[in-house]
Nanobody
Framework: VQLQASGGGSVQAGGSLRLSCAVS????????IGWFRQAPGNEREIVAN??????????YYADSVKGRFTISRDNAKNTLYLQMNNLKFEDTAVYYC???????????????????WGQGTQVTVSS
């Protein structure tokens, strides 16, 4: 299983970026998939996830990004996206995409819930 994340960069506060995560080896529609981020000195934290299609494809967002970020999935391209608008300085981090093998009834917001990870892409927001 390979995950290739891209789309990070440097933007000013208020700007936008779209992250992509191309996945091979797993069909994304059959898995819960998510975006995490990790800032220096901090633990890896959930940004958003989207449930497998068989569970309705529900989405979850961390409170800090609600209304600004949108997670989506292109099943034809087997690619995960994260549209980030109105970026803030505190969004600066390395962003990781992840795929889970298990299907849990709870929200699956823990890094340990996921089995496969992308290499990370740096997002830097200047104030």
């Amino acid at each position: 299983v390979q995950l290739q994340a891209s789309g990070g960069g440097s933007v000013q506060a208020g700007g936008s970026l779209r992250l992509s995560c191309a996945v091979s080896g797993r069909t994304l529609s059959r898995h819960t998939i998510g975006w995490f981020r990790q800032a220096p000195g901090n633990e890896r934290e959930i940004v958003a996830n989207i449930r497998r299609s068989g569970s309705g494809g529900a989405t979850y967002y961390a409170d800090s990004v609600k209304g600004r970020f949108t997670i989506s999935r292109d099943n034809a391209k087997n690619t995960l996206y994260l549209q980030m608008n109105n970026l803030k300085f505190e969004d600066t981090a390395v962003y990781y995409c992840a795929v889970a093998e298990r299907h849990l009834a709870r929200l699956m917001t823990r890094a340990g819930d996921y089995d496969y990870w992308g290499q990370g892409t740096q997002v830097t927001v200047s104030s």
